[in-house]
Structures are given as structure tokens and as C-alpha cells.
């Protein structure tokens, strides 16, 4: 459960008034963490929508990518430089094909 409090306030007091009034509640059971398995699909998948209304064009190219394991600090480093460059190229692509038209 998340609880805000705002304002200017003492917040010693506050967080004894929450502890005061909220501790007696009963914790909720944690969710099961579920798992759905996907099917991989490796053939190419597109779709085509025609919008006489929409004046913006545009283009989405999905590649599926092996899953990466994050293990430790220089994987997550690495996995974040890779989708920052990924997106960086993404954001180009969009404002050439905005700019061509």
C-alpha cells in the first residue's frame, strides 16, 4: 500500500498518526508472480492502415532479439547504452520521415 502525505507538516507526527491508524489493517496476501509463455515467432509481421484523416505518416520496423541476462553491473551498462542508441536511431529515423514530408 503506498500512502501520501503533503503539506508542511511535522513528519515525525505524521508517520506516527499513519502507524497509529494503519498498522491495525490486515497486509494483504502478495500477488503470484504469473508467467505466460509466448511463442516465437521468426517470420515477418506487418500491417498496413489507411487513415484518409491522418496526415502523419509513419513506420514501425519490430526485429526480435535474443533475450539478454543482466548479471551484473557491466551487462547492465551495456544493455542500457544498446537501447539509448537504439532509441537515438529510432527518434532520427522519425524526424527524417517528418522532415520529408
Not at 44 to 72: C, H, S, T, W
Request: overall charge neutral; glycine content about 2%; cysteine-free.
Amino acid at each position: 500500500m503506498t500512502f501520501i502525505v503533503v503539506g508542511d507538516i511535522d513528519s515525525k507526527e505524521a508517520l506516527a498518526l499513519i502507524k497509529d491508524n494503519l498498522s491495525k489493517l490486515p497486509a494483504n496476501k502478495a500477488a503470484e508472480n504469473r508467467v505466460w509463455p509466448t511463442k516465437a515467432e521468426n517470420h515477418l509481421r506487418f500491417n498496413i492502415i489507411n487513415d484518409k484523416e491522418n496526415r502523419v505518416n509513419g513506420i514501425a520496423l519490430y526485429y526480435r532479439l535474443p533475450m539478454v541476462q543482466v548479471n551484473d553491473e557491466q551487462s547492465f551498462v551495456e544493455q542500457a547504452e544498446w537501447s539509448m542508441l537504439v532509441q537515438l536511431f529510432n527518434q532520427r529515423l522519425q524526424e527524417r520521415i517528418q522532415s520529408a514530408s
